[in-house]
Nanobody
Framework: QVQLVESGGGLVQPGGSLRLSCAAS????????MGWYRQAPGKQRELVAL???????KIEDYVKGRFTMSRDIAKNTVTLQMNSLKPEDTAVYYC???????????WGPGTQVTVSS
Protein backbone atom coordinates (compact mmCIF):
# COMPACT_ATOMS: atom_id res chain seq x y z
CA GLN A 1 0.00 0.00 0.00
CA VAL A 2 1.34 3.39 -0.97
CA GLN A 3 1.37 6.44 1.30
CA LEU A 4 1.37 9.90 -0.25
CA VAL A 5 2.35 13.27 1.17
CA GLU A 6 2.03 16.55 -0.71
CA SER A 7 4.12 19.66 -0.17
CA GLY A 8 4.76 23.02 -1.79
CA GLY A 9 1.42 24.75 -1.41
CA GLY A 10 1.01 28.28 -0.18
CA LEU A 11 -0.11 31.80 -0.97
CA VAL A 12 0.93 33.30 -4.29
CA GLN A 13 -0.07 36.38 -6.25
CA PRO A 14 -1.89 36.08 -9.58
CA GLY A 15 0.60 35.35 -12.32
CA GLY A 16 2.96 33.64 -9.94
CA SER A 17 4.23 30.08 -9.80
CA LEU A 18 4.24 27.20 -7.37
CA ARG A 19 5.72 23.73 -7.54
CA LEU A 20 3.88 20.96 -5.74
CA SER A 21 5.56 17.71 -4.84
CA CYS A 22 4.12 14.36 -3.85
CA ALA A 23 6.39 11.96 -2.04
CA ALA A 24 5.33 8.32 -2.12
CA SER A 25 6.39 5.57 0.26
CA UNK A 26 5.52 1.94 0.76
CA UNK A 27 5.32 1.16 -2.95
CA UNK A 28 6.88 2.22 -6.22
CA UNK A 29 4.94 4.86 -8.14
CA UNK A 30 5.85 3.16 -11.41
CA UNK A 31 2.99 0.67 -11.00
CA UNK A 32 0.37 3.39 -10.47
CA UNK A 33 -1.33 5.98 -12.54
CA MET A 34 -0.38 9.10 -10.57
CA GLY A 35 -2.62 12.12 -10.60
CA TRP A 36 -3.10 15.60 -9.21
CA TYR A 37 -6.62 16.62 -8.28
CA ARG A 38 -7.99 19.77 -6.74
CA GLN A 39 -11.05 20.77 -4.80
CA ALA A 40 -12.20 24.33 -4.35
CA PRO A 41 -14.67 25.31 -1.62
CA GLY A 42 -18.17 24.23 -2.54
CA LYS A 43 -17.01 22.36 -5.63
CA GLN A 44 -16.35 18.75 -6.51
CA ARG A 45 -12.87 17.36 -6.67
CA GLU A 46 -11.54 17.53 -10.21
CA LEU A 47 -8.64 16.06 -12.12
CA VAL A 48 -5.82 18.45 -12.98
CA ALA A 49 -3.18 16.16 -14.50
CA LEU A 50 -2.05 12.56 -14.50
CA UNK A 51 0.80 10.33 -15.58
CA UNK A 52 -0.01 6.71 -16.31
CA UNK A 53 2.14 3.74 -15.37
CA UNK A 54 3.41 3.68 -18.96
CA UNK A 55 4.42 7.34 -18.75
CA UNK A 56 1.60 8.92 -20.72
CA UNK A 57 0.81 12.42 -19.46
CA LYS A 58 -2.58 14.08 -19.59
CA ILE A 59 -3.15 17.72 -18.65
CA GLU A 60 -6.71 18.97 -18.36
CA ASP A 61 -7.65 21.70 -20.83
CA TYR A 62 -8.33 24.35 -18.22
CA VAL A 63 -4.69 24.28 -17.05
CA LYS A 64 -2.98 23.21 -20.25
CA GLY A 65 -0.13 25.53 -21.16
CA ARG A 66 0.22 26.69 -17.55
CA PHE A 67 0.68 23.46 -15.57
CA THR A 68 3.06 20.57 -16.20
CA MET A 69 3.37 17.26 -14.41
CA SER A 70 6.41 15.04 -14.09
CA ARG A 71 7.52 11.99 -12.19
CA ASP A 72 10.86 10.84 -10.84
CA ILE A 73 10.89 7.07 -10.54
CA ALA A 74 14.22 7.03 -8.69
CA LYS A 75 12.98 9.49 -6.05
CA ASN A 76 9.45 8.02 -6.04
CA THR A 77 7.93 11.48 -6.42
CA VAL A 78 5.64 13.35 -8.75
CA THR A 79 5.54 17.09 -9.17
CA LEU A 80 3.09 19.64 -10.51
CA GLN A 81 4.63 22.84 -11.82
CA MET A 82 2.04 25.58 -11.84
CA ASN A 83 2.74 28.82 -13.72
CA SER A 84 0.64 31.88 -14.50
CA LEU A 85 -1.60 31.10 -11.56
CA LYS A 86 -5.07 32.58 -11.43
CA PRO A 87 -7.41 33.17 -8.49
CA GLU A 88 -9.62 30.37 -9.81
CA ASP A 89 -6.73 27.94 -9.25
CA THR A 90 -7.27 28.37 -5.52
CA ALA A 91 -8.03 24.96 -4.05
CA VAL A 92 -6.73 22.11 -1.99
CA TYR A 93 -4.52 20.00 -4.26
CA TYR A 94 -4.40 16.26 -3.74
CA CYS A 95 -1.99 13.62 -4.96
CA UNK A 96 -3.59 10.38 -6.11
CA UNK A 97 -2.26 6.93 -6.90
CA UNK A 98 -4.56 4.64 -8.86
CA UNK A 99 -4.11 0.92 -9.42
CA UNK A 100 -5.86 -0.02 -12.63
CA UNK A 101 -6.01 -3.78 -12.08
CA UNK A 102 -8.10 -3.55 -8.88
CA UNK A 103 -9.44 -0.01 -9.27
CA UNK A 104 -8.05 1.14 -5.94
CA UNK A 105 -7.24 4.74 -5.13
CA UNK A 106 -4.87 6.19 -2.58
CA TRP A 107 -4.85 9.85 -1.56
CA GLY A 108 -2.56 12.25 0.17
CA PRO A 109 -3.92 14.68 2.81
CA GLY A 110 -3.74 17.59 0.39
CA THR A 111 -1.97 20.94 0.27
CA GLN A 112 -3.65 24.35 0.11
CA VAL A 113 -2.94 26.64 -2.82
CA THR A 114 -4.26 30.18 -2.57
CA VAL A 115 -3.89 32.64 -5.43
CA SER A 116 -4.68 36.14 -4.26
CA SER A 117 -3.33 39.65 -4.35
Amino acid sequence: QVQLVESGGGLVQPGGSLRLSCAASGSAISIYSMGWYRQAPGKQRELVALITSIDITKIEDYVKGRFTMSRDIAKNTVTLQMNSLKPEDTAVYYCNAHLTWNNRDYWGPGTQVTVSS
